[in-house]
């Protein structure tokens, strides 16, 4: 015969023995969904979308050109091309600096012209001193083309050589200093009156009518 501990003891010892699995389950669970939601949240899900980069051609970017093109200037105040702050158009500045190319390269065209060498008359005056130098030059003129003359200067002592010129010949006085090995930098308009630049009646009878007088100087820029 059981006694009556014995008879309740196995059903305390049950009780116990299959509680326990259950309440240690219990937090395990939690702790399972606590990690995915976690998870979840990592990979994406709540989180903000990242922004999609705006498409080309897109309204935003059409809007963006629109407001930087409309008055003239871009979004941060620089002109755009094309078009000035003032709103001048490309019509305007093209024309006028059109009309100013075009202009200056009418007057150089102009100034660039010169004769043909036979129709230029051209004197030497020797202003060195050194005999026949001014013979040489006019020799050397001569077998270009020019019709020269070789006469004294006004003075034998030139400091400066000088290419005088008569109205409208300039461009043919620097192709006379060229052709003597210097530049246009020694050309000069000539005075009224020729025969102040050599020296005697015959020299001034044989320059009358030329267009171009050389003089030589002491720093021996034209040889």
Request: hydrophobic residues 40%; without cysteine.
């Amino acid at each position: 015969m059981m006694s009556s501990q014995g008879r309740y003891a196995a059903p305390d010892s049950f009780g116990r023995s299959g509680g326990n699995p259950a309440s240690r389950g219990g937090p395990l669970v939690v702790i399972a969904v606590l990690l995915g939601l976690l998870l979840l949240w990592k990979g994406g899900v709540g989180g903000s979308d990242p922004a999609e980069p705006a498409a080309v051609g897109s309204d935003t970017g059409d809007a963006t050109a629109d407001a930087g093109t409309e008055d003239g200037t871009a979004v941060d105040g620089t002109p755009v091309d094309g078009a000035a702050t003032d709103g001048t158009t490309d019509g305007t500045t093209d024309g006028t600096t059109d009309t100013v190319v075009a202009e200056a390269t009418s007057t150089t065209a102009a100034v660039a012209v010169t004769r043909p060498v036979a129709e230029v008359r051209v004197g030497v005056a020797n202003g060195v001193g050194e005999v026949g130098l001014a013979g040489k030059r006019s020799q050397a003129l001569g077998a270009v083309g020019y019709t020269t003359v070789a006469v004294d200067a006004a003075s034998e002592d030139i400091a400066t050589s000088t290419v005088y010129y008569v109205e409208g010949y300039e461009a043919d006085a620097v192709a006379v200093a060229v052709a003597l090995g210097a530049t246009g930098d020694v050309v000069s308009p000539a005075p009224a009156d020729l025969t102040t630049l050599v020296k005697g009646t015959d020299a001034a009878a044989e320059i009358a009518g030329f267009h171009v007088i050389a003089v030589l100087g002491d720093d021996r820029v034209l040889g």
